[in-house]
RNA sequence: GGCGGAGUAGCUCAGUUGGUUAGAGCAGCGGAAUCAUAAUCCGCGUGCCCGGGGUUCGAAUCCCUGCUCCGCUACCA
């Protein structure tokens, strides 16, 4: 048997009806980094993703194109993996949860689950809204209505299945805290604690099939399908060979690493754990949850509509420089701004200034002074040996910061080393040198090269197809450690390369107008026209009890009196507003807010925290038209 | 309003369990050098570490409180 370490690393599943974006992106390359240091480290690795393919959507969606489920998933997953590809991910297993042998195994576990008496059924009456595919409690309701859509959900007397969650509420708290690496980053865990404080309910985990057909059927109850949470989390058991290959199953479990964004927190460090504790899985040992990328500070998710493809940067920028980029400048854990100038700036600074240049000065004083032939080193001095001290201390103080999760500060670490290589080329300036002293300077060149090589080596999980064109062009030694001093081969060819990193040329910066002109889209005449603006007076006005912002309005017309309801209690008191003269919108179709109807829409000029009303100069009788 | 995050050098941010003169990168200024991708190297920072209290021998770091900004959400037709 050999001895190496297991290493394994997950990604959340992808619901296989979403357009990868970079949050997908980020979270697989991530994973991949981790796992490719993994490998070059010789731990025996594995890197599972995939997709998540049942679910009413996904029914939907294939109804709506006349497909079925499966080939319409069998569409969307190629999204991912020609993705994946692109942004060169190593995962060891891509997985989909309609193979069968996931669907297998999440049956037996239910079964198991169903036997051991972890799951009940119970008669359940509530509001289910089709949109949100859950329930929601009449106080959830506004005003009979959900939420998130505004219709009127169905109620729905049905039985269903329940996993009892509950009663592992404790155990989980104690749990947590009794491994403080078990969810990270801190503030997450403590997250997770705080909402640990209010009751843990069961969780229903069946949805009948008349409602929805696209999941997995429950194994004691066919007119059912499972929740699509309890199918997909199984994946990453199931990934590795839970329930079918048990030795291999055993050899990566328990997991090193679940990575996930912070918007599922809950899912996974609340019900994945209970469903473990119940099956009897030995608990993962870390969750990390990471934050989000913005896009000059606004959030990118599938939920807005400033998605930029992470394929877009890759044809601007090539694949490894992309994949540079977000590992150096995000903080695990916390939200990171990408700008095309931040990227740019550290693109141009540190790979093509600092690191691509010193390949290139390095091997064309080879090329040119030694025929392209690798020196042999001589005798070495302080300057060689401080440099060659950090070297061999660099892939452990690499692989601390790895482990420690801080991956932007082992790029750092890194990229400091390569900048004391260019240092140590200005100290002993090997160009001057070599014009009195050959021997010495091919001492200079060779450590200067061989320093260059390890910090190459210590990237290539980062940027793979770069690293790997790096090297070959160097003689290497096989048969040493690739983490130790002396691997490159003196005596033998070396390679000349085109510069690896090509500076970017900024394009010129647009005059710093900080005030964004606001895109106006140009409107006819005839659309003004149907806006019906008219002035109106306020009669009466009152706040709303147990809202903090709205008010009532009564307001005269002309031709009636009709009820407004406004957000402007913040500005305005009932009082001071009494009698105003302001201008409303009259042809706004009706609305309900907080169960009182609001019959029009009064308007105010607002910037910032200011906001005043528009009202009228002078006087006019009301429902004077504006325009 | 609720929940979450953040306020440290011109900009982007680090600051581990509280401990010596608070750091890096970028930008800027001055210089050296010319092997190299107009790259590199050296030098240059009196920053109320958001304000106010408190705990402590000692706080950017812990506690309380206030302010500001951002995200999500809710009651801003």
């Not at 033998?492 to 394009?507: C, G, H, N, W, Y």
């Not at 609001?598 to 009303?613: E, F, N, P, V, Y």
């Amino acid at each position: 048997m050999n001895n190496r370490k297991s290493f394994y690393v997950t990604t959340p599943i992808y619901y296989v009806n979403d357009k990868p974006h970079i949050g997908h992106a980020y979270t697989t390359i991530l994973a991949d980094v981790l796992s490719r240091f993994h490998r070059d480290k010789n731990d025996d690795t594995f890197f599972l993703t995939g997709t998540d393919e049942h679910g009413q959507k996904v029914q939907e969606s294939a109804e709506a194109r006349g497909i079925a489920p499966q080939e319409h998933c069998d569409n969307m997953v190629k999204h991912f993996k020609e993705n994946w590809e692109k942004l060169n991910i190593t995962n060891d297993f891509f997985i989909r949860t309609t193979f069968d042998f996931h669907k297998k195994t999440v049956q037996k576990i239910l079964q198991q689950l169903w036997e051991k008496g972890e799951i009940y059924e119970s008669e359940y009456g509530g509001y289910y809204c089709v949109g949100c595919e859950r329930y929601y409690t009449e106080k959830e309701l506004e005003d009979g209505k959900c939420p998130q859509h505004q219709k009127e959900p169905e109620y729905i007397k049905e039985k269903n299945y329940f996993f009892k969650m509950g009663k592992y509420q404790d155990w989980l708290i104690n749990y947590i805290q009794l491994n403080p690496n078990f969810i990270q980053p801190e503030h997450r865990k403590n997250e997770v604690l705080g909402f640990l404080k209010n009751p843990l309910n069961d969780l229903c985990i069946s949805r009948p099939k008349s409602r929805l057909k696209w999941g997995i059927e429950l194994p004691f109850d066919n007119k059912y399908v499972t929740y699509v949470w309890f199918d997909a989390l199984l994946n990453y058991v199931t990934g590795i060979g839970y329930g079918q290959d048990q030795e291999k199953f055993n050899k990566f479990w328990p997991a090193n690493y679940h990575l996930i964004g912070k918007d599922i927190v809950t899912t996974h460090c609340v019900y994945w754990p209970t469903m473990m504790k119940a099956i009897g899985i030995p608990m993962p040992k870390t969750i990390y949850a990471h934050g989000w990328w913005l896009m000059d500070k606004a959030k990118m998710s599938k939920s807005l509509n400033n998605i930029v493809s992470p394929l877009d940067l890759i044809d601007t920028y090539g694949v490894d420089s992309v994949r540079y980029y977000l590992i150096r400048d995000m903080m695990l854990g916390q939200d990171s701004n990408f700008t095309e100038d931040n990227f740019t700036t550290r693109y141009n600074a540190e790979l093509a200034n600092d690191f691509g240049n010193l390949a290139n000065r390095v091997t064309t004083l080879i090329k040119k002074n030694y025929d392209s032939v690798v020196p042999f080193p001589q005798e070495t001095g302080d300057a060689e040996n401080d440099l060659i001290n950090t070297a061999k201390t660099l892939s452990d103080n690499v692989y601390k910061k790895i482990e420690d999760f801080k991956l932007n500060q082992a790029t750092d670490e890194i990229i400091s080393f390569i900048r004391s290589i260019n240092k140590y080329m200005e100290i002993t300036q090997p160009w001057k040198l070599v014009k009195t002293d050959k021997e010495s300077t091919g001492t200079i060149l060779y450590i200067a090269t061989e320093a260059l090589r390890l910090g190459a080596q210590l990237l290539h999980p980062i940027m793979p197809t770069k690293i790997e064109s790096l090297l070959k062009a160097l003689p290497l030694d096989d048969k040493k450690n690739k983490f130790s001093w002396g691997v490159l081969k003196p005596g033998e060819k070396i390679d000349a390369f085109d510069s690896l990193f090509p500076r970017i040329i900024k394009k010129k910066k647009p005059a710093p107008q900080k005030q964004k002109k606001p895109e106006i889209n140009l409107i006819t005449f005839e659309e003004v026209g149907r806006v019906n603006l008219i002035t109106a007076k306020v009669l009466a006005a009152e706040q709303i009890p147990e809202t903090n912002k709205l008010l009532k309005l009564s307001v005269d017309t002309g031709l009636e009196k009709r009820q407004i309801v406004a957000g402007i209690a913040d500005h305005y008191s009932p009082e001071e507003i009494l009698g105003k003269n302001i201008v409303i919108v009259a042809n706004l179709q009706p609305a309900k807010i907080r169960g009182v109807e609001s019959q029009g829409m009064l308007l105010a000029a607002k910037k910032g925290k200011k906001l005043r009303l528009i009202t009228i100069d002078g006087d006019i009788a009301p429902g004077a038209s504006v325009g």
